[in-house]
């Protein structure tokens, strides 16, 4: 069963870069893998907001809010995801989850995008904080 774990999080100024990982256990990710996966954030009191996706393969999406300066990819040989962040915001403060789900489940890799809340499989996440 594939479990995630997210690491990278950290305290940066504004302005600054952060690359998160998510590894990937209990699984092997290769490009005939049947998975989409994303980054997420959420702060206290206010709903998850989904970043960007990539699906089985390789077709990546990324939300408006962080389009252009955050950017996801998968490296089937570490079985980790990534999401590199740069030009942070005091607004990108959040706790960050990667998350998966079975593309078999949705009958393909249309549904894979950052909207998509039916993700199933879930990381404890990793705390950014950006100050000024």
């Known amino acids: 069963q594939m479990q995630l774990t997210e690491s990278g999080g950290d305290s940066v100024q504004v302005g600054g870069s952060l690359r998160l990982a998510c590894v990937v256990s209990?699984?092997?990710?290769?490009?005939?893998?049947?998975?989409?996966m994303g980054w997420f954030r959420q702060v206290p009191r206010m709903e998850r907001e989904g970043l960007a996706t990539?699906?089985?393969?390789?077709?990546?999406e990324h939300a408006a809010s962080v389009e252009g300066r955050f950017t996801i990819s998968r490296d089937n040989v570490k079985n980790t995801l990534f999401l590199e962040m740069n030009s942070l915001k005091p607004d990108d403060s959040a706790m960050y989850y990667c998350?998966?789900?079975?593309?078999?489940?949705?009958?393909?890799?249309?549904?894979?995008?950052?909207?998509?809340?039916?993700?199933?499989?879930w990381g404890k996440g990793t705390l950014v904080t950006i100050s000024s």
């Open positions: 209990g699984y092997t990710l290769t490009w005939s893998s049947t998975y989409c």
């Open positions: 990539i699906d089985s393969r390789g077709h990546s």
């Open positions: 998350a998966a789900v079975d593309e078999r489940q949705y009958g393909g890799r249309s549904f894979c995008e950052p909207d998509f809340t039916g993700m199933d499989i």
